[in-house]
């Protein structure tokens, strides 16, 4: 037997064995199709007990018994900016917004059920400190977060792309990768990666914008006379309508479940008197009507006959009301940038990014 003919054999046993395998991968998928549109799990998806299923939306907010999980299931996390009485489909596009996440597609060989995959999607919500959000497309028509009841034919996934503290990575994007194809094996699904080069771009690029409106203002308060006792202070701040938190912190709320600003007695939690206090404005987490910096000022200044102290910057030096004029209107500039790059301060998007 020559040289070509053993060259030919060795190809041709090659060739069937790359067929049979082949075959065999085709006959493997189709059984696990066959075994998933007849399994005992499921039954009709739409109707039970000859009575059409109720499909309550997965409260993210918590304040739902709908959205309550199972034992051993961890909890849809809240979103910033949404109450339970946003619609499905505003919550979908905020849980999934292709401005600030890594939008991945995961195709289904069949419509699944909610109470199916939620369990398995909920072992994916974070890669190092960027959230994971899963939407579904339901049977009539509609993007909505994943529910229990809720019956799909499409999934996708978002990773949010940057945060207050770093872009997402090389590393976390490949974890990502990783774990999101056992999640898609798991529910038939098949993902669709987007290219690891383009999506690191895109992160860095959302990154510099988070750091270069990560900004902060504060207002000093320093009393005129002795500090001032913790427990007459307290009063004083409860007076003027601020919260005071368990761990310290002292909130004034907005009026909707949000809040406009803090303010911190800046010693310990134990100390028994302080003699300066400072309020702060989170600029990118609170929307433009809401006026924070100038409800901050005059908060400060109503605490200043309270309290008998002096508004002063960082050095101590008193700030005028020109000074305080100035700075609002560079608050006003400042919206307008976050509002031309779609990120509206104050906004779902901009809460997600910057709390």
């Known amino acids: 037997m020559t040289d070509l003919q053993i060259s030919l054999i060795g190809a041709m046993t090659v060739f069937v064995a790359g067929v049979f ?10 059984k696990k199709s066959v075994e998933r549109a007849f399994s005992s799990e499921h039954d009709d998806v739409l109707m039970k007990g000859g009575e059409a299923r109720t499909e309550p939306v997965f409260d993210l907010s918590g304040a739902g018994a709908a959205a309550e999980p199972a034992e051993g299931q ?7 900016g949404v109450t339970p009485d946003t619609p499905p489909a505003e919550l979908a596009s905020s849980l999934v917004d292709p401005l600030i996440d890594c939008m991945i597609p995961l195709a289904l ?20 400190n960027k959230a994971i959000h899963f939407i579904g497309l339901h049977v009539n028509g509609d993007w909505e ?19 207050r503290s770093t872009a997402l990575n090389e590393i976390e994007y490949s974890e990502l990768v990783t774990r999101l194809r056992a999640v898609a094996d798991e529910i038939g699904a098949e993902p669709e990666i987007p290219d690891m080069i383009e999506v690191m771009g895109e992160a860095r690029t959302l990154y510099r914008f988070v750091s270069g409106h990560d900004a902060q203002l504060g207002v000093n308060l320093m009393s005129n006379g002795a500090a001032w006792a913790m427990p007459t202070l307290i009063g004083a701040l409860e007076k003027q309508g601020f919260d005071v938190r368990p761990d310290g912190r002292f909130v004034m709320p907005d009026g909707d479940g949000g809040q406009l600003f803090t303010l911190s007695t800046n010693v310990t939690l134990g100390a028994d008197t302080t003699a300066r206090l400072t309020l702060l404005l989170d600029v990118p987490c609170v929307a433009p009507e809401r006026d924070g910096f100038g409800q901050m000022v005059a908060c400060a200044k109503a605490l200043v006959g309270r309290l008998d102290a002096t508004i002063v910057d960082d050095g101590n030096q008193p700030l005028m009301d020109e000074a305080l004029a100035e700075i609002n209107g560079q608050v006003q500039d400042f919206y307008q940038e976050m509002e031309a790059a779609d990120i509206p301060a104050g ?3 901009a809460l997600r990014l910057f709390s």
Request: glycine content about 8%.
């Open 347 to 349: 906004s779902t998007r």
């Open 109 to 128: 060989e069949i419509a699944v059920r909610g109470d199916k995959i939620l369990p398995v999607l909920q072992t994916l919500r974070h890669v190092g």
């Open 145 to 163: 977060p994943i529910a229990h009841g809720g019956v799909y034919t499409k999934l996708q996934a978002g990773v949010q792309m940057a945060t």
């Open 21 to 30: 395998a082949y075959n065999k991968w085709q006959e493997h998928k189709a």
């Open 74 to 80: 961890a909890a849809e996390p809240s979103l910033p």
